[in-house]
């Protein structure tokens, strides 16, 4: 990733999410400061990446409806986009129910919960942490639309790739010694198996036990060129001209070894087919899940 720039993931997934909230007929999430987020100089940007994708003929139809372009190639991501909000927010009242009092976003982007607020979250203290490219870009957002922040939203700009999560978490007013919800949503793919580990291991190691985790990642199997899906490979193709390549992903039978081997333990783990049946939705593509951990802290050496 270009460390100068805001994510376009993030910024694309903002857009979808406010794409679902507006046209959808009884949408999943409601988010209406998903587009709000996102300058049209940004939106720009983006429709020529994935114009630059296509090949001359899907190119040249595309362009027979300019102001769609960018809209209809968004839509296709809408089910996993919106369904890990969704699980993620319905795992966190669970969590606030039981007693948790702090949400940490990792790798936050444009999301959107410290604006929306939903009414059981009102004591939580949030904690989002993001590239300061991507930061930098959201506050800007945020004030220029004019919208209060309550003293218990904490944003903590951040390079994991070169700061620990401890560390950061560490220079915020985080409670290491009380339950918290973590939520890492979009991230994984895009950061090396060795990376993913190491965040995995820092939420075991800053997590008091109760603590939970959300995290979405891409079935490694879907990475054989053999096998391997066609949409994933135009998907890869699309990102990396965007300068954030997907590089790696998580093996489903191994995901339970994976995690104890760093101090966490395996609750829930949906993949595509679950994710439609539980919540009555289009199937989100094959190489799609969302996995739920407890934290254990006792990691197996």
């Known amino acids: 990733m270009d460390e100068s720039t805001p994510s376009r ?7 979808i999410r406010a794409l679902h909230s507006h046209y959808d007929s009884a949408p999943l999430l409601d988010d209406p400061w998903g587009d709000r987020l996102v300058p049209q ?18 190119r040249a139809a595309a362009l027979r409806a300019p102001d769609s ?7 296709a991501f809408d089910a996993i986009v919106v369904i890990r909000s969704r699980y993620t927010e319905d795992a966190l009242k669970e969590a606030v129910e039981r007693g948790t009092r702090q ?13 929306r607020r939903p009414a059981f979250s009102k ?6 942490i993001d590239h300061p490219a991507t930061q930098t870009l959201k506050l800007e957002r945020i ?17 994991l790739a070169s700061e620990s999560l401890e560390a950061v978490l560490d220079r915020s007013p985080f409670r290491r010694g009380e339950p918290a919800f973590f939520s890492w949503l979009g991230v994984t793919p895009f950061l090396t198996r060795e990376a993913n580990l190491a965040t995995l291991r820092a939420v075991a190691t800053c997590g008091a036990r109760g603590s939970k ?7 490694q199997n879907e990475f054989n ?8 490979r135009k998907l890869r193709t699309l990102m990396a001209s965007m300068g954030e390549p997907i590089v790696s992903g998580f093996d489903p039978k191994e995901l339970a070894s994976d995690l104890q081997h760093v101090g966490l333990e395996l609750v829930e783990d949906l993949d595509a087919q679950m994710m439609s049946e539980r919540y009555r939705r289009t199937q989100p593509f094959a190489h799609q899940h969302i996995a739920l951990a407890g934290v254990s802290n006792v990691a197996v050496v």
């Open 41 to 58: 100089s940004a939106r720009g940007e983006l429709r020529q990446y994935i114009l630059a994708a296509m090949d001359s003929d899907a």
């Open 9 to 15: 993931t993030a910024l694309m997934t903002s857009l």
């Open 123 to 128: 004591d939580v203290e949030i904690f989002e």
């Open 143 to 159: 004030k220029e639309c004019g919208i209060p922040l309550p003293r218990s939203v904490h944003f903590i700009a951040a390079n």
């Open 213 to 219: 985790l959300v995290f979405t990642y891409t079935d």
């Open 103 to 115: 949400h940490v976003l990792i790798g936050a982007g444009f999301d959107s919960f410290a604006l």
């Open 225 to 232: 060129s053999d096998s391997g899906s066609e949409l994933l």
């Open 69 to 75: 372009i960018l809209d209809d190639y968004l839509r």
